[in-house]
């Protein structure tokens, strides 16, 4: 797999760095971002994978979040991906910041035009994997997963519809019940089909959560008190919470901050401490 580099500026001791390759599942070009720790210059280190939220591209996370110290201090490695395909000159794809371009959701689209590409899922959970740990100096099988928002989400979706293949998982301020928010109906509608078509269940975290039966596995939630998206209820953590309060196999921990909004400012203030929680399942 051709993997191109697009830029290297070396941050805390480590390198930050963005590439390009072509995606079998999403059939376009996709760049994605890499933090490589110090430690990683002589041995192995494991990954979280940073899923982002509408709007974003591979960028966003990588100069507002402020991650690399603490994924230099802790030596994990940080792949941040796009957040859709990109440039697959599908009618419409550039028209909304909610759907489309920007805006892939992390699922598998099963309508056309969007099937062809709209595959973040199979994407993020096993073409990414792959060619991360091919590529660089990562531990085969050692990863956790986070996200914001429409990436918050996705990452519980990946988590957890893949038991045991990420360490811990953790969302910042995540659409946690896709199917019951504006946001996530548009998209459902666009990329599956009509709530009737049966498939929106299969891809919302909190449906998920109602009958995961995997091994047991944690579920983190930050969500800020004065997040606008929040108090319009695009993000609906409290159901989440529910459905995961009624399945033993999960636990749920919802740690709401006070005045915090929807934007990076909020992600920086508390990247830190999800790192070193995700740093105690890596580094275990
Ligand atoms: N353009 C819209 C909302 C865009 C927005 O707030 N995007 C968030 C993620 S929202 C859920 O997925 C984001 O991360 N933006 C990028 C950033 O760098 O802040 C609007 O303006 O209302």
């Known amino acids: 797999m051709a993997l191109q580099q697009v830029s290297c500026n070396k941050i805390f001791g480590g390198y930050q760095k ?6 079998k599942e999403l059939a376009c070009d996709m760049k994605f971002a890499i933090y490589l720790p110090p430690e990683s210059e002589t041995r192995k280190v494991p990954v979280l994978y940073w899923l982002s939220g509408l709007t974003c591209t591979e960028e966003n996370f990588v100069i507002k979040a402020g991650a690399q110290r603490y994924a230099a201090e802790h030596n994990i490695c940080i792949v941040c991906p796009d957040t859709s395909p990109r440039n697959v000159n599908l009618p419409g794809e550039d028209d909304s910041y909610d759907f489309g371009s920007g805006a892939g959701f992390y699922l598998n689209a099963t309508q056309e035009p969007w099937k062809k590409h709209y595959n973040m899922y199979n994407y993020v959970t096993k073409e990414l994997i792959a060619l991360i740990s091919e590529n660089f100096p990562v531990v ?15 990452a ?36 599956l089909g009509s709530a009737e078509s049966g498939q929106w269940k299969e891809w919302d975290a909190t449906e998920l959560a109602a009958v995961y039966n995997g091994v047991p596995m944690e579920l983190l939630i930050d969500q800020g008190t004065e997040d606008n998206f929040y108090k319009q209820k695009q993000l609906l953590p409290e159901n989440l919470v529910a459905a995961a309060a009624k399945n033993d196999r999960l636990k749920c921990v919802l740690q709401m ?22 740093a105690k399942f890596l580094n275990a």
């Open 18 to 23: 963005v590439f390009s390759h072509p995606s």
């Open 140 to 154: 085969p099988g050692k990863q956790s997963i986070c996200g914001h928002s429409m990436g918050g989400h996705g």
């Open 156 to 191: 519980l979706i990946c988590a957890l519809k893949n038991p045991g293949l990420y360490s811990s998982v953790s969302a910042f301020a995540p659409i946690s019940n896709p199917i019951n928010a504006p946001w996530g109906q548009k998209a459902f509608q666009g990329y």
């Open 257 to 278: 901050r006070e005045g915090y909004d929807h934007s990076y400012f909020y992600i920086a203030s508390f990247i830190g401490e999800h790192i070193g929680y995700h």
